[in-house]
Nanobody, 117 residues
Framework: VQLQASGGGLVQAGGSPRLSCAAS????????MGWYRQTPGKQRELAAT???????NYVDSVKGRFTISRDNAKNIIYLQMNTLKPEDTAVYSC????????????WGQGTLVTVSS
């Protein structure tokens, strides 16, 4: 599985960019797809994940502002980011977390989102 992310860049505070991540290769219905983010000096943290059934999970700091969605037919996930804050500045990486038949994580290259105040 290869993941290609796009949509990052410089955004003003309050902006609403959308990140996309397209997966090539076979994606299983049991795979959880998601976005993680990392800022310098901090550990990577989960931003949002989504199952093939559309069950979502968000880190508290983005709840109500970010929306993750998934197109199972195209193997694409999106992260709609609204009301961006400077503290959302990070490298956002897409991920496929597979547990069956074996446990493995696939990572895409990160895309930098910089929020200016």
């Amino acid at each position: 599985v290869q993941l290609q992310a796009s949509g990052g860049g410089l955004v003003q505070a309050g902006g609403s960019p959308r990140l996309s991540c397209a997966a090539s290769g076979r994606i299983f219905s049991s795979d959880v797809m998601g976005w993680y983010r990392q800022t310098p000096g901090k550990q990577r943290e989960l931003a949002a994940t989504i199952t093939s059934a559309g069950i979502t999970n968000y880190v508290d700091s983005v709840k109500g502002r970010f929306t993750i969605s998934r197109d199972n037919a195209k193997n694409i996930i999106y992260l709609q980011m609204n009301t961006l804050k400077p503290e959302d500045t990070a490298v956002y990486s897409c991920n496929v977390k597979r547990t069956l038949p074996t446990r493995i994580d696939y990572w895409g290259q990160g895309t930098l989102v910089t929020v200016s105040s």
